[in-house]
């Protein structure tokens, strides 16, 4: 099964005003009009085959590659990738420590 049979269990705690980025695989009029019942916005690329014209944005949706950038380097520390912690607490504390690490290595002395 797709993710898209799943996406609208996970916008249920869109904020009105928020906007919405996915790739072409969750170009769907049920999805879209799930998010705009939430007076959301969905910036999805549309598909080739799509018959009717969609607002997309561009310059809005190169900031997913950010997002899809950081998942890639948090899934490089073990810990993480592979879930040992056995509580959410422990989990979010070791994604945080995961995240300063990465932000910190922008920011070394090359010295």
């Known amino acids: 099964a797709s993710d898209l049979a799943s996406a609208k269990d996970l916008i249920g705690h869109l904020a009105p005003g928020s906007m919405l980025l996915a790739d ?3 170009d769907a009029n049920d999805l879209r009009a799930a998010v705009a019942e939430r007076n959301a916005w969905a910036n999805i690329p549309p598909k080739r085959n799509r018959k009717d014209p969609i607002c997309f944005s ?3 949706y190169k900031a997913r590659n950010l997002v899809e950038r950081f998942f ?3 899934k490089h520390f073990r810990r993480i990738a592979t879930r040992f912690d056995k509580t959410a607490e422990n989990f979010l504390a070791a994604v ?10 922008g920011y070394e002395s090359t010295a």
Request: hydrophobic share 40%; aromatic share 10%.
């Open 96 to 105: 945080k420590l995961a995240s300063i690490r990465i932000w910190l290595r």
């Open 72 to 74: 890639n380097k948090i």
């Open 24 to 26: 072409k695989g969750y």
């Open 58 to 60: 561009r310059h809005l």
